[in-house]
């Protein structure tokens, strides 16, 4: 029996212009309809896709009976009103991360996903790059024995991001729309983070665009049986990308100790009775990187659209879900919270004064 096609509709086609690929070169999507306020922005993704609807009304999704999921890629202080519009429109939800930008929605968008009965699946895109989903494998086949170090980075230099006006305006954050990558890493191996502590510093160059969000941090994560992870950021400083990869994420174990990088698709692994190795995906580099340069995510897109695809045919939930999306942002609240305080501050403070069980 063929697998089924599940139809789709996107808003948001600037960051969504990956999942437009994605979609289009999938044979478990249909691209139905598409959504952008721009005009301009419709007519270019019209263009270069080929596509033959694109509307300016975010409706004209809601009330499409054809559509069954719709993927999110407005700026971060939409996506509570775009996500909770989808769920009472009775579809199924894929929305970038940041899932929010702060917790003030998190309880109404458990509530109407619960009366919808439909899923939420936070596109956390590192988890699908090729790098890591080896080292995830690996992890799980137990190569690494007893992992008890984490550590990861999200360090790149992201001063050209300012120049879209939303960025400057309230509610934007280094944390949620940049970090969030190595957060969502940590937790992805440290899925019971209890307690955050660390420091933020707030640039000349990132105050000359008028941001008081500090862009660079530096953080400890820790779980309820004392494992540790480190988590570090940088947006606003020239980097060394001959040598260095923007993402990172070490796993230090009992048995081995692995570290798997974006966008340079290398994964370094040392396992017991094994040489240290480096693996090369450069062979999937046009799959990954389908544009000018090395932007967007592409290939990352279309890897977590045919997963939850996957998981839709075998009536599971795919994650990291709502659940597990408002657990990152709390841990980052707590992170937030500590750069204020200088103290270490426990995940289940914040989630009980936003009144969250999750």
């Not at 209890?194 to 530096?218: C, V």
């Not at 999306?325 to 709390?330: C, P, V």
């Amino acid at each position: 029996m063929a697998a089924k096609t599940y139809k789709l509709g996107v808003i948001g086609l600037g960051e969504g212009r990956s999942i437009l690929s994605a979609a289009l070169q999938s044979d478990r999507w249909e691209l139905i309809n598409v959504c952008d306020l721009n005009q301009d922005v419709c007519r270019a993704r019209q263009e270069e896709f080929g596509l033959i609807r694109c509307t300016q009304r975010y409706d004209d999704l809601l009330e499409d009976p054809e559509i069954e999921v719709i993927a999110i890629y407005t700026p971060d202080q939409l996506h509570g009103q775009h996500i909770k519009q989808a769920l009472e429109a009775g579809k199924h939800v894929i929305v970038t991360k940041p899932l929010l930008h702060s917790l003030e929605e998190a309880g109404s968008l458990l509530e109407a996903a619960k009366a919808a009965g439909k899923c939420v699946f936070v596109g956390q895109s590192s988890r699908f790059f090729e790098s890591m989903i080896h080292q995830r494998r690996d992890y799980l086949e137990g190569l690494h024995g007893e992992v008890d170090t984490i550590e990861t980075y999200y360090i790149s230099d992201a001063r050209w991001f300012l120049q879209r006006d939303w960025a400057r305006q309230k509610g934007f954050s280094w944390m949620h729309n940049f970090m969030s990558h190595a957060v969502d890493l940590a937790k992805w191996y440290l899925p019971g983070i209890e307690e955050a502590f660390g420091y933020g510093y707030s640039s000349t160059a990132n105050q000359a665009y008028g941001l008081a969000a500090p862009d660079d941090l530096r953080f400890l994560l820790r779980d309820g049986e004392g494992r540790v992870a480190q988590v570090s950021g940088s947006y606003t400083k020239p980097t060394l990308r001959q040598i260095d990869s923007g993402i990172g994420c070490t796993l230090r174990g009992s048995k081995g100790t692995s570290r798997a990088l974006y966008s340079k698709l290398l994964y370094h692994t040392h396992f017991a009775g094994e040489q240290p190795i480096t693996h090369s995906f450069e062979d999937k580099h046009g799959y990954y990187f389908r544009f000018e340069g090395e932007s967007h995510h592409a290939g990352e897109y279309q890897n977590y659209i045919e997963y939850f695809a996957e998981c839709m045919d075998r009536g599971e939930t795919p994650k990291p879900d709502l659940n597990e999306g408002i657990h990152t942002l709390a841990v980052m609240a707590a992170m937030e919270r500590s750069m204020e305080t200088g103290q270490p501050v426990r995940v289940s403070d914040i989630l009980r004064e936003y009144s969250l069980q999750l």
